[in-house]
T-cell receptor, first 113, second 108 residues
């Protein structure tokens, strides 16, 4: 069935360094790829998304890249800060079918001061 | 919290009891969703509703029930038929774009 893999499962970086989280998806019809940040005890928060008609999108210290041919997409966080520590989830869906959003298992990011 | 209110934040249930989790939204959106989150796993869809008085099963609907009598409300009932109900339950609107704060259910 449809699947989204996410790596690594845990990631520790020094404050100021960059963090990269990678995801792969199996449904070639997927065209919408959101990323979420979840702090402890809270619901996930959409932080950035990308659609299949673009290869890269940036928002301040966060960027996402998409390689449709390889069915890969990645989240890049630059100049990490302690408040970036959280669990990050990637997801994939066909934008017309929000009921078919498939989530990755999550990456626990720790930013060490 | 994405315009969604969930209550209670923590819920404890004895085995064999049904329990209902509340989800309310104030942004007049049609589509509402319930997800389940287990440690180390991604979110899994339980039920969703695109319109009042209509709802569809997601990937893990067994042991759960929902109703959608009003546009702003989409309560989830965890029944005694759910074999492993201890989890974090999240309500969302507009697909998976906006989530509520969640309810943590523990079966004693």
């Amino acid at each position: 069935g449809e699947n989204v893999e996410q790596h690594p499962s845990t990631l520790s970086v020094q404050e100021g360094d960059s963090a990269v989280i990678k995801c792969t998806y199996s449904d070639s019809a997927s065209n919408y790829f959101p990323w979420y940040k979840q702090e402890l005890g809270k619901g996930p928060q959409l932080i950035i998304d990308i659609r299949s008609n673009v290869g890269e999108k940036k928002d301040q210290r966060i960027a996402v890249t998409l390689n449709k041919t390889a069915k890969h997409f990645s989240l890049h966080i630059t100049e990490t800060q302690p408040e970036d520590s959280a669990v990050y989830f990637c997801a994939a869906s066909r934008e017309t079918s929000y009921d078919k959003v498939i989530f990755g298992p999550g990456t626990s990011l720790s930013v060490i001061p | 919290d994405g315009g969604i209110t969930q209550s209670p934040k923590y819920l404890f249930r004895k085995e064999g009891q049904n329990v209902t989790l509340s989800c309310e939204q104030n942004l007049n959106h049609d589509a509402m969703y319930w997800y389940r989150q287990d440690p180390g796993q991604g979110l899994r869809l339980i039920y969703y509703s695109q319109i009042v008085n209509d709802f569809q099963k997601g990937d893990i609907a067994e042991g759960y029930s929902v109703s959608r009598e009003k546009k702003e409300s989409f309560p989830l009932t965890v029944t005694s038929a759910q074999k492993n109900p201890t989890a974090f339950y999240l309500c969302a609107r507009r697909g998976a774009q906006y989530f509520g704060p969640g309810t943590r259910l523990t079966v004693l």
